[in-house]
């Protein structure tokens, strides 16, 4: 037997009790409806009795008086019943007639009885172990009330030990329920054992877990195959996943610490170098001057870009964007807008922008992070697609609780090596000319998380015909 631990059997002593007061209710209903049962079967009997006497003996055209006793006395004697005592009663409690005792014993009132004021009452009635005042012993009584003839015919049985073995309780039933309470028993103690097994497991594994101790030393406590069992293996793994979870985030904490760090590392170097000319060259010609204040700038604004970026996925990955932030916003007005803002680069590009989206599509999001998803995606695609090309972007399925859109190019297209990576922090297909554009590497991240953060999907792939195309889906609410 498997040792109990406290909480199993705190579970099994309390169970157990609850067990012992049933059984014990169970007993006493048992010995009260037994009892029950006989005492309405002798008392039925009885009742039989006095119905026969009072068909044979009283109910009869020719009895009368002087002739009671005798015909009484042979329908006693037809009964055969050993000791069977029989007593008419008038309705004013008067005895007539007691085959115990001489009519000319001074018999008192029975309307005291209690077997007599049922009887008066109900037509019945009996009386369990009374002493006759008559006699002295203790009878079983049993009377019946005959309203026609205003009597009421009594018939008793001596309480002695052939009575008493009568009405005594087939005590029978207690061996089934000690065999029941056994069984339920050990049952229990089975069932204690194993859920106590199981809780005591699981409070260590949280002492463990509290104290940060290694997963390998967490993981291999075994549960019983049962469904406390399996939930305590689910919470197990559930924080297995959280410490690899979180074992990931710092991961990728540390590896985007790094890139930005490697990151920033060129334009602070480019603008450092910068003024660094200028202020050791006081005599330097204005045009150098402008060009390179000019060029520090550039790296300036490329240094805010970065600092943006990194800003919306710090949010997205702590979850700190609030829903209270979420707001109706035109799909297509925002598009548009957007197109206004880099004209001037598409223009440069002779790059054509493609905006077949239909008026008036509206969902319900942060519009910071929907602005983020159609220009880093319209960006990307100036840096990338080529000259000449041209950018379209189309609603192609409208659903009940979502939309479908499509964004896509006639450029060059991506090496398919490169697909599954696009998504990733920092990943570059041509650094240099990332760089150069003012790319920061995080544009489509921000894209893939923000696109998740509206309960969308999104996958990228060539075009048989040449270039990108980017299929996602945005939740209307």
């Given at each position: 037997?498997?040792?109990?631990?406290?909480?199993?059997?705190?579970?099994?002593?309390?169970?157990?009790?609850?067990?012992?007061?049933?059984?014990?209710?169970?007993?006493?209903?048992?010995?009260?409806?037994?009892?029950?049962?006989?005492?309405a079967?002798?008392?039925?009997q009885?009742?039989?009795?006095?119905?026969?006497?009072?068909?044979?003996?009283l109910?009869?055209?020719?009895?009368?008086?002087?002739?009671?006793?005798?015909?009484?006395?042979?329908?006693?004697?037809?009964?055969?019943v050993?000791?069977?005592?029989?007593?008419?009663?008038?309705?004013?409690?008067?005895?007539?007639?007691?085959?115990?005792?001489?009519?000319?014993?001074?018999?008192?009132?029975?309307?005291?009885?209690?077997?007599?004021?049922?009887?008066?009452?109900?037509?019945?009635?009996?009386?369990?172990?009374?002493?006759?005042?008559?006699?002295?012993?203790?009878?079983?009584?049993?009377?019946?009330?005959?309203?026609?003839?205003?009597?009421?015919?009594?018939?008793?049985?001596?309480?002695?030990?052939?009575?008493?073995?009568?009405?005594?309780?087939?005590?029978?039933?207690?061996?089934?329920?000690?065999?029941?309470?056994?069984?339920?028993?050990?049952?229990?103690?089975?069932?204690?054992?194993?859920?106590?097994?199981?809780?005591?497991?699981?409070?260590?594994?949280?002492?463990?877990?509290?104290?940060?101790?290694?997963?390998?030393k967490?993981?291999?406590?075994?549960?019983?195959?049962?469904?406390?069992?399996?939930?305590?293996?689910?919470?197990?793994?559930?924080?297995?996943?959280?410490?690899?979870?979180l074992?990931?985030?710092?991961?990728?904490?540390?590896?985007?610490?790094?890139?930005?760090?490697?990151?920033?590392?060129?334009?602070v170097?480019?603008?450092?170098?910068?003024?660094e000319?200028?202020?050791?060259?006081?005599?330097?010609?204005?045009?150098?001057?402008?060009?390179?204040?000019?060029?520090?700038?550039a790296?300036?604004?490329?240094?805010?870009?970065?600092?943006?970026d990194?800003?919306?996925?710090?949010?997205?990955?702590?979850?700190?964007?609030?829903?209270?932030?979420?707001?109706?916003?035109?799909?297509?007005?925002?598009?548009?807008?957007?197109?206004?803002?880099?004209?001037?680069q598409?223009?440069?590009?002779?790059?054509?922008?493609?905006?077949?989206?239909?008026?008036?599509?509206?969902?319900?999001?942060?519009?910071?992070?929907?602005?983020?998803?159609?220009?880093?995606?319209?960006?990307?695609?100036?840096?990338?697609?080529?000259?000449?090309?041209?950018?379209?972007?189309?609603?192609?399925?409208?659903?009940?609780?979502?939309?479908?859109?499509?964004?896509?190019?006639?450029?060059?297209?991506?090496?398919?090596?490169?697909?599954?990576?696009?998504?990733?922090?920092?990943?570059?297909?041509?650094?240099?000319?990332?760089?150069?554009?003012?790319?920061?590497?995080?544009?489509?991240?921000?894209?893939?998380?923000?696109v998740?953060?509206?309960?969308?999907?999104?996958?990228?792939?060539?075009?048989?015909?040449?270039?990108?195309?980017?299929?996602?889906?945005?939740?209307?609410?």
């Amino acid at each position: 037997m498997k040792k109990q631990s406290t909480f199993g059997l705190r579970l099994f002593y309390s169970v157990m009790s609850l067990f012992a007061i049933f059984t014990l209710v169970f007993v006493l209903y048992q010995h009260s409806r037994e009892r029950t049962y006989k005492v309405a079967i002798l008392n039925a009997q009885l009742q039989t009795y006095n119905q026969a006497i009072y068909k044979g003996a009283l109910n009869d055209e020719s009895a009368h008086t002087n002739s009671i006793k005798s015909l009484v006395e042979r329908h006693i004697k037809e009964l055969n019943v050993e000791n069977l005592r029989v007593t008419i009663i008038t309705e004013d409690g008067n005895v007539l007639y007691d085959n115990h005792k001489n009519q000319d014993y001074g018999f008192t009132n029975h309307l005291d009885r209690n077997e007599v004021k049922s009887a008066l009452a109900n037509g019945s009635g009996y009386a369990i172990n009374r002493q006759s005042a008559t006699t002295g012993s203790n009878y079983f009584y049993s009377a019946t009330h005959f309203p026609n003839e205003k009597i009421i015919i009594r018939s008793a049985l001596p309480y002695n030990t052939s009575l008493i073995n009568i009405l005594k309780t087939d005590y029978s039933y207690l061996w089934f329920a000690l065999v029941i309470f056994v069984a339920l028993t050990f049952i229990l103690l089975q069932f204690t054992s194993n859920v106590g097994a199981t809780i005591t497991k699981l409070r260590d594994f949280a002492v463990h877990a509290a104290k940060n101790e290694p997963l390998d030393k967490l993981s291999n406590e075994k549960f019983a195959d049962d469904e406390l069992g399996e939930i305590s293996q689910n919470i197990v793994r559930i924080y297995e996943n959280f410490l690899k979870s979180l074992e990931d985030k710092t991961r990728i904490k540390q590896q985007l610490t790094q890139n930005i760090a490697h990151e920033l590392k060129t334009p602070v170097s480019s603008i450092q170098g910068y003024l660094e000319t200028i202020i050791n060259n006081p005599n330097i010609d204005s045009e150098r001057r402008t060009k390179y204040m000019e060029r520090s700038y550039a790296q300036t604004e490329r240094l805010a870009h970065l600092i943006n970026d990194i800003a919306i996925l710090n949010r997205l990955d702590d979850n700190s964007v609030s829903l209270h932030e979420n707001e109706n916003v035109n799909i297509s007005q925002l598009v548009k807008d957007i197109e206004n803002q880099v004209a001037l680069q598409l223009e440069k590009h002779t790059i054509r922008f493609n905006n077949l989206l239909p008026d008036q599509l509206t969902v319900h999001g942060n519009r910071s992070l929907l602005y983020s998803i159609f220009r880093n995606l319209t960006d990307n695609a100036i840096i990338y697609a080529g000259e000449g090309s041209v950018i379209t972007i189309k609603c192609d399925i409208e659903e009940e609780e979502k939309y479908h859109f499509t964004f896509y190019d006639n450029g060059i297209g991506v090496a398919e090596e490169h697909l599954e990576k696009i998504f990733e922090r920092f990943y570059r297909i041509d650094k240099g000319r990332s760089r150069a554009n003012g790319g920061t590497g995080l544009g489509l991240s921000i894209v893939k998380n923000a696109v998740l953060h509206h309960g969308g999907v999104i996958n990228a792939y060539n075009q048989p015909g040449g270039g990108l195309a980017i299929k996602f889906t945005i939740r209307k609410n």
